[in-house]
């Protein structure tokens, strides 16, 4: 499967984006799907995923009560609803999918093969 990542831009602090990730090639009901970012001079990291058929969804501590993971899989997309944004929040980000993903390591990135082209996401006043 091939992933387009999207939506990212510059946003104030307590602001909101939503990120989709856009996939062609194979029916996206298949694959789980996670969002990662990556800031400069960090590793990347696990911000959520959410299950093949949507029903389960896993968030970082960081960004629980605050970022919604969400799956059409009738539009091979997925998405990532960020509101009350913070500068920490700033950082490039990048979904993935995978097929064979199992509950304990969605959220380790070297599970997932499939991998969109990043998109930034700057919180800054």
């Known amino acids: 499967v091939q992933l387009q990542a999207s939506g990212g831009g510059l946003v104030q602090p307590g602001g909101s984006l939503r990120l989709s990730c856009a996939g062609s090639g194979r029916p996206f009901s298949n694959y789980v799907v996670g969002w990662f970012r990556q800031a400069p001079g960090k590793e990347r990291e696990f911000v959520a995923a959410i299950a093949r058929r949507g029903g389960d969804t896993w968030y970082a501590d960081s960004v629980k009560g605050r970022f919604t993971i969400s799956k059409d899989n009738a539009k091979n997309t997925a998405y990532l609803q960020m509101n009350r944004l913070n500068p920490e929040d700033t950082a490039v980000y990048y979904c993935?999918?995978?097929?064979?993903?199992?509950?304990?390591?969605?959220?380790?990135?070297?599970?997932?093969?499939?991998w969109g082209q990043g998109t930034q996401v700057t919180v800054s006043s």
């Open positions: 993935a999918a995978d097929s064979g993903v199992i509950t304990s390591e969605y959220r380790n990135p070297r599970a997932y093969d499939y």
